[in-house]
């Protein structure tokens, strides 16, 4: 069959090359509109800002992503400007920000007075909920991802309230009366507790994008499960404090990081019956073993098939090896040829050496999780924090106990690769620090020594927490046996005594502000 050609119509071809010629001109602004975003996001990322910071993704993905309408700056933005500008000068003049955790917009305002950053802790939002519908209790990362956010928005909006209360008051005043008057910044840079980022790379993002919403100046990101971060999109300058629990860490979830092949834990004992760890758990909970005899369980199968890693089980076999006459060259050999190698290509390596595959397993000894055993410690900190560092504004190396000298030892080993990165320090209410020995004098010198190694953070993550609990702890058994007179001797006069502006609550609320706004 052959199909009939219509005839073009001379009208319809005149329209369609009008549009093409209208179409080519669309497509060459809208290029050169994409060009300019280009060029401009470029000329953000050279800022002196950015100059340690590795991208591994450029402008033109970040244009694309950011849809037509150009993103507008947030407030959130301008204050982690705010933040970097205090950072540098603490690193400047070795004179570090410390800090607390604050809970509420009262704790906020307080800290306003003396202190330059604000710290928003995850444990305690979690453990004092500021989203609705939601179980109240520790920080195990099962708290909606919104719920740190939230609890940023609340103090951001609280800061801004009282920005613009103390403003008017200031500014409604005469030159000479202004002249007297305290001048607080409320608008202190908020720093908050992104734990691991609630989920995979896209849950990471949607946190992130909510903490620029909300008003956070710093998130940091553990390592614990997951990580990453794509802040560009919004083109925030909110900084990136990549932080570490490796120093302490028992359990890791994958082997696919052959920079953690090192430090994970395997056994060199062979199971008799052919069953691993989890697999012998599993049949002993089938059989109704629970609780702590599991627990012993698992501690008396560790102590039968000891744990080591690959690198101390070869440097084992080389010293039980009768054929091997200089042992000593034989490990060093080893431990320089299997330096940064996949635990795959260690074998080879060790066989090499000892002329024979060696037996070590790191599943065997996995648990019921399917997690493998980790060796924590400094080693394995600081060999994390050396892979997130071209990534990171600062970095944060958790500790087990408030040790100066060990505090040295590795920021020294850090800032000697990376000499222009910030390190944090969690001064944490989690140390028993009277049991550490301190005199009055240390503790006191503390802080400020620790700035001395480059720590230009630090932090006492649960202040707030705790100073809240203490407070109203003493008030409430002072309370039931002396009534008014607790609360006046406690409350009423230490504010009068160290100047509480929350003494007259209305006024620090705003009603005054709010008054003028009305009449």
């Not at 910071?53 to 694309?64: I, W």
């Not at 028992?250 to 920079?259: A, G």
């Not at 000499?419 to 301190?438: I, Q, R």
């Not at 006046?488 to 006024?507: F, M, S, Y």
């Given at each position: 069959?052959?199909?009939?050609?219509?005839?073009?119509?001379?009208?319809?071809?005149?329209?369609?090359?009008?549009?093409?010629?209208?179409?080519?001109?669309?497509?060459?602004?809208?290029?050169?509109?994409?060009?300019?975003?280009?060029?401009?996001?470029?000329?953000?990322?050279?800022?002196?800002?950015?100059?340690?910071?590795?991208?591994?993704?450029?402008?033109?993905?970040?244009?694309?992503?950011?849809?037509s309408l150009p993103p507008s700056p947030m407030p959130s933005s301008l204050m982690a400007d705010k933040l970097w500008t205090l950072l540098d000068r603490a690193e400047k003049d070795k004179v570090p920000l410390h800090t607390m955790g604050a809970i509420d917009p009262v704790?906020?305002?307080?800290?306003?007075?003396?202190?330059?950053?604000?710290?928003?802790?995850?444990?305690?939002?979690?453990?004092?909920?500021?989203?609705?519908?939601?179980?109240?209790?520790?920080?195990?990362?099962?708290?909606?991802?919104?719920?740190?956010?939230?609890?940023?928005?609340?103090?951001?909006?609280?800061?801004?309230?009282?920005?613009?209360?103390?403003?008017?008051?200031?500014?409604?005043?005469?030159?000479?009366?202004?002249?007297?008057?305290?001048?607080?910044?409320?608008?202190?840079?908020?720093?908050?507790?992104?734990?691991?980022?609630?989920?995979?790379?896209?849950?990471?993002?949607?946190?992130?994008?909510?903490?620029?919403?909300?008003?956070?100046?710093?998130?940091?990101?553990?390592?614990?499960?997951?990580?990453?971060?794509?802040?560009?999109?919004?083109?925030?300058?909110?900084?990136?404090?990549?932080?570490?629990?490796?120093?302490?860490?028992?359990?890791?979830?994958?082997?696919?990081?052959?920079?953690?092949?090192?430090?994970?834990?395997?056994?060199?004992?062979?199971?008799?019956?052919?069953?691993?760890?989890?697999q012998v758990l599993a049949e002993a909970e089938r059989e109704g073993l629970g609780g702590s005899d599991l627990d012993h369980l698992e501690a008396e199968w560790v102590v039968d098939h000891p744990l080591c890693t690959f690198d101390q089980a070869v440097e084992n076999a080389?010293?039980?090896?009768?054929?091997?006459?200089?042992?000593?060259?034989?490990?060093?050999?080893?431990?320089?040829?299997?330096?940064?190698?996949?635990?795959?290509?260690?074998?080879?390596?060790?066989?090499?050496?000892?002329?024979?595959?060696?037996?070590?397993?790191?599943?065997?000894?996995?648990?019921?999780?399917?997690?493998?055993?980790?060796?924590?410690?400094?080693?394995?900190?600081?060999?994390?924090?050396?892979?997130?560092?071209?990534?990171?504004?600062?970095?944060?190396?958790?500790?087990?106990?408030?040790?100066?000298?060990?505090?040295?030892?590795?920021?020294?080993?850090?800032?000697?690769?990376?000499?222009?990165?910030?390190?944090?320090?969690?001064?944490?209410?989690?140390?028993?620090?009277?049991?550490?020995?301190?005199?009055?004098?240390?503790?006191?010198?503390?802080?400020?020594?620790?700035?001395?190694?480059?720590?230009?953070?630090?932090?006492?993550?649960?202040?707030?927490?705790?100073?809240?609990?203490?407070?109203?702890?003493?008030?409430?058994?002072?309370?039931?046996?002396?009534?008014?007179?607790?609360?006046?001797?406690?409350?009423?006069?230490?504010?009068?005594?160290?100047?509480?502006?929350?003494?007259?609550?209305?006024?620090?609320?705003?009603?005054?502000?709010?008054?003028?706004?009305?009449?």
């Open positions: 069959m052959i199909a009939r050609v219509k005839k073009p119509n001379l009208s319809s071809l005149v329209l369609s090359a009008r549009r093409r010629i209208s179409s080519a001109s669309s497509l060459q602004e809208e290029q050169a509109a994409f060009d300019a975003r280009v060029d401009s996001i470029n000329a953000y990322f050279a800022q002196p800002r950015f100059k340690n910071l590795k991208r591994p993704y450029s402008a033109e993905s970040v244009a694309t992503k950011q849809g704790q906020m305002t307080q800290m306003a007075k003396w202190l330059d950053v604000v710290y928003v802790s995850g444990w305690a939002t979690s453990s004092v909920l500021t989203t609705a519908w939601n179980e109240v209790g520790p920080d195990l990362a099962d708290y909606p991802y919104t719920t740190v956010p939230n609890q940023v928005q609340r103090l951001f909006r609280a800061q801004q309230h009282h920005d613009r209360k103390i403003y008017d008051e200031r500014m409604s005043s005469s030159p000479g009366v202004r002249s007297t008057m305290e001048q607080i910044d409320y608008l202190r840079p908020i720093i908050a507790d992104a734990d691991t980022g609630h989920g995979g790379l896209s849950s990471v993002m949607k946190l992130v994008k909510l903490f620029a919403e909300a008003g956070a100046s710093g998130i940091h990101l553990e390592d614990q499960l997951h990580g990453g971060k794509k802040l560009d999109i919004l083109q925030n300058n909110m900084l990136l404090i990549a932080r570490t629990d490796s120093e302490s860490a028992r359990l890791i979830s994958s082997t696919v990081d052959i920079q953690d092949h090192p430090f994970i834990l395997g056994t060199t004992k062979r199971p008799t019956d052919g069953k691993g760890l989890a080389v010293y039980a090896s009768a054929s091997i006459t200089d042992k000593e060259g034989a490990v060093a050999d080893y431990l320089r040829a299997a330096q940064g190698r996949s635990n795959a290509e260690a074998r080879t390596v060790a066989k090499r050496i000892l002329k024979q595959d060696i037996y070590w397993d790191w599943d065997v000894p996995r648990t019921r999780e399917g997690y493998y055993h980790y060796q924590g410690g400094l080693d394995a900190a600081i060999q994390r924090v050396n892979e997130f560092a071209p990534y990171a504004d600062m970095l944060w190396l958790e500790t087990k106990t408030p040790d100066l000298e060990q505090a040295r030892s590795f920021a020294r080993k850090i800032r000697e690769r990376w000499p222009d990165k910030w390190l944090v320090y969690n001064l944490s209410p989690s140390f028993n620090w009277s049991a550490h020995g301190f005199t009055e004098i240390d503790l006191k010198e503390f802080i400020w020594n620790l700035g001395k190694e480059g720590f230009v953070l630090q932090l006492v993550s649960l202040a707030g927490l705790h100073s809240t609990a203490v407070v109203t702890a003493e008030l409430a058994e002072k309370f039931k046996a002396d009534g008014m007179l607790a609360y006046v001797n406690l409350i009423q006069q230490k504010e009068k005594q160290i100047g509480c502006d929350v003494l007259t609550h209305q006024k620090w609320s705003g009603a005054n502000y709010v008054d003028r706004i009305l009449s």
